[in-house]
């Protein structure tokens, strides 16, 4: 079991850096959508960071559900790790999709 938890946990780990790089430009193409706007409609770049700032307690409050199916057994951990890479991968891929714009 440990060793499945290890391997849950480094999946995890890298789907989070892959998230962070689909966040960092995400954010670059926010940033660019706010310089051509005027300034009373900029906001792209907020609405993003809130985004964002919301979803992490959603991922982490959801994979803690997820783990009860096994609470306070050897397994609890690999369920939480499995399930916040899946919903970190999910929003990766939100994020690119926001990255590339309408019509890409």
Request: charged share 25%; hydrophobic share 40%; aromatic share 8%.
């Amino acid at each position: 079991q440990m060793e499945m938890t290890y391997c849950a946990e480094q999946g995890w780990q890298k789907a989070d850096a892959e998230l962070n790089a689909a966040y960092k430009k995400a954010m670059a193409a926010m940033k660019e959508t706010d310089s051509y706007l005027p300034k009373e409609m900029q906001g792209a770049v907020e609405a993003l960071r809130g985004a964002q700032r919301a979803w992490i307690p959603y991922r982490d409050k959801a994979c803690e559900a997820y783990g009860f199916q096994a609470r306070g057994g050897s397994m609890e951990p690999m369920l939480i790790y499995g399930c916040l890479a899946t919903l970190t991968a999910q929003r990766t891929e939100e994020l690119k999709e926001l990255a590339s714009g309408l019509g890409n």
